[in-house]
């Protein structure tokens, strides 16, 4: 399935976690081995949207705050280099929305 195009995706998420260094579950490095950094955070937004959200998301959980579905695919970053990710992506129940929720790196394929 597709999840919807306005699917919530909050900027903390992006600055306060995925791009900024962190000792502990960082995830910085990785996506900057593809240009992404603090400096251009709507870059980072604009790529997940228009790269990853319009792929297949697969349900992967059900519990009670709501449905947690997984998007494999490639994101091309602004140096033109591709990496390969996993996002998860919520439909939360008690508020009826879409939210982006984490990305790592893809393992499955041995990267």
């Excluded at 792929?55 to 519990?63: M, P, Q, R, V």
Aim: hydrophobic share 35%.
């Amino acid at each position: 399935m597709k999840l919807p195009h306005d699917t919530l995706i909050a900027r903390e998420k992006i600055t306060e976690y995925l791009l900024k260094e962190r000792e502990e579950d960082d995830k910085s490095k990785f996506l900057g081995r593809a240009g992404y950094s603090l400096i251009f955070p709507d870059q980072f937004e604009k790529d997940l949207r228009q790269q990853i959200l319009v792929l297949e998301a697969d349900l992967s959980e059900k519990d009670e705050y709501g449905d947690k579905y997984k998007i494999r695919g490639e994101l091309k970053g602004p140096n033109n280099i591709a990496l390969k990710v996993v996002t998860i992506w919520m439909h939360e129940n008690a508020a009826d929305v879409w939210k982006f929720i984490t990305l790592f790196p893809d393992k499955k394929e041995g990267e």
